[in-house]
Nanobody, 121 residues
Framework: QVQVEESGGGLVQAGESLRLSCIASVPSKGAYAVAWFRQVPGEERERVSCISWSSSSVSYAESVKGRFTISRDNVKKTVYLQMDRLKPEDTAVYYC??????????????WGRGTQVTVSS
C-alpha cells in the first residue's frame, strides 16, 4: 500500500538543526521523485525542495539554499531533509509528497499529513 509519512519535527532555537524523515513508498511505481513543502496557516504553500528517484537531481527554494539538504535512501524507502541554521521564518508545517515521475516535475501524487517545525528566536 502507499505510505507517505513525515517525522522529525519539533521545537528548536534559531541557529539549531533538525532532520526530517519521510517514509515514501509507492509500490506500484518503479520510480518517483519526492518533494518537501511547507505551509504556515493562512499563507501560501511553499515548495522547499525536491529530489529525483536516482538522487541525480535536486532542487531548493531560494529561501533555504545553503542551509537545507535533501537526500534519500531507496532501500529504506526514506527521504530526508536536513535543516541547518534554522531561522524563525522556517517555522511551518512541513509536508512530504511523492510525484508522478522519477524526475521532479511538480506533479504531486501522494501527500503526507505533515510535521510541525517551530523555530524560536
Amino acid at each position: 500500500q502507499v505510505q507517505v509519512e513525515e517525522s522529525g519535527g519539533g521545537l528548536v532555537q534559531a541557529g539549531e538543526s533538525l532532520r526530517l524523515s519521510c517514509i515514501a513508498s509507492v509500490p506500484s511505481k518503479g520510480a518517483y521523485a519526492v518533494a518537501w513543502f511547507r505551509q504556515v496557516p493562512g499563507e501560501e504553500r511553499e515548495r522547499v525542495s525536491c529530489i529525483s528517484w536516482s538522487s541525480s537531481s535536486v532542487s531548493y527554494a531560494e529561501s533555504v539554499k545553503g542551509r537545507f539538504t535533501i537526500s534519500r535512501d531507496n532501500v529504506k524507502k526514506t527521504v530526508y531533509l536536513q535543516m541547518d541554521r534554522l531561522k524563525p521564518e522556517d517555522t511551518a508545517v512541513y509536508y512530504c509528497a511523492t510525484e508522478m515521475y522519477g524526475a521532479c516535475s511538480g506533479k504531486v501524487e501522494y501527500w503526507g499529513r505533515g510535521t510541525q517545525v517551530t523555530v524560536s528566536s
